[in-house]
Nanobody, 123 residues
Framework: QVQLVESGGGLVQAGGSLRLSCAAS????????MGWFRQAPGKEREFVAAISWSGANTNYADSVKGRFTISRDNAKYTVYLQMNNLKPEDTAVYYC????????????????WGQGTQVTVSS
């Protein structure tokens, strides 16, 4: 079992930056891919970014490509999401998720989830 805790959310003006962190505990010695998803009020949860265990393979949603960067520090069992040039449409609760083996963009493929951290971008 893996426990995930997100942090780093907050209120930021459009064009600003935030870095989200997701700390993992539990069966952290196993190989796993990590993903970030987000959900705005009244909308479906959507894929944002994912990264393989080694960090060599990453995947981004088109809406955030070039602005967001996912990374990880396996020694700390932590994954990060650096968000630059934030836009009001980025406002959502951001969730960290984990799955074993390869990266995936599908929500149903992730079995472990954090509680989420709120990101609000003002115009």
């Amino acid at each position: 079992q893996v426990q995930l805790v997100e942090s780093g959310g907050g209120l930021v003006q459009a064009g600003g930056s935030l870095r989200l962190s997701c700390a993992a505990s539990g069966r952290t010695a196993r190989s796993y891919a990590m993903g970030w998803f987000r959900q705005a009020p009244g909308k479906e949860r959507e894929f944002v970014a994912a990264i393989s265990w080694s960090g060599a393979n990453t995947n981004y949603a088109d809406s955030v490509k070039g602005r967001f960067t996912i990374s990880r520090d396996n020694a700390k069992y932590t994954v990060y999401l650096q968000m630059n040039n934030l836009k009001p449409e980025d406002t959502a609760v951001y969730y960290c998720a984990a799955r074993y083996n390869s990266v995936d963009v599908r929500i149903r493929e992730y079995e472990y989830w954090g509680q989420g951290t709120q990101v609000t971008v003002s115009s």
